[in-house]
């Protein structure tokens, strides 16, 4: 059964950090670039990072570069998105997205809630 499910949402202050998890199973996960996204309601889904299928070419949003970073453990089959400098504007679901560009497959979590609030 092919799952991804992340995890290490929750409450912080602003200027905290935080560090959200992306588990994927049932799948070759080493063959599977990664991308984490976030929405807020009535605004469109935002592209947040990416990452490789071998853990390397990290990608950010503009909104994100320099405070989130994003890295991958195949050994663990996971992905780690490590957010620093937290403000409001990143409280949001945060989703993360398995996907093989080659054989044309991928996989979403059901997301996790990041609040950032005094």
């Known amino acids: 059964q092919v799952q991804v499910v992340e995890s290490g949402g929750g409450l912080v202050q602003p200027g905290g950090s935080l560090t959200l998890s992306c588990v994927g199973s049932?799948?070759?996960?080493?063959?599977?670039?990664v991308a984490w996204y976030r929405e807020v309601p009535e605004k469109e889904r935002e592209f947040v990072a990416f990452?490789?299928?071998?853990?390397?070419?990290?990608r950010y949003g503009n909104r994100v570069k320099g405070r989130f970073t994003i890295s991958k453990d195949n050994d663990l089959n996971t992905v780690y998105l490590q957010m620093s400098s937290l403000k409001s504007e990143d409280t949001a679901v945060y989703f993360c997205?398995?996907?093989?560009?080659?054989?044309?497959?991928?996989?979403w979590g059901q997301g996790t809630q990041v609040t950032v609030s005094s």
């Open positions: 997205k398995a996907f093989d560009p080659i054989a044309s497959t991928e996989y």
């Open positions: 049932g799948f070759t996960f080493s063959n599977y670039a």
């Open positions: 990452i490789s299928s071998s853990g390397r070419l990290p």
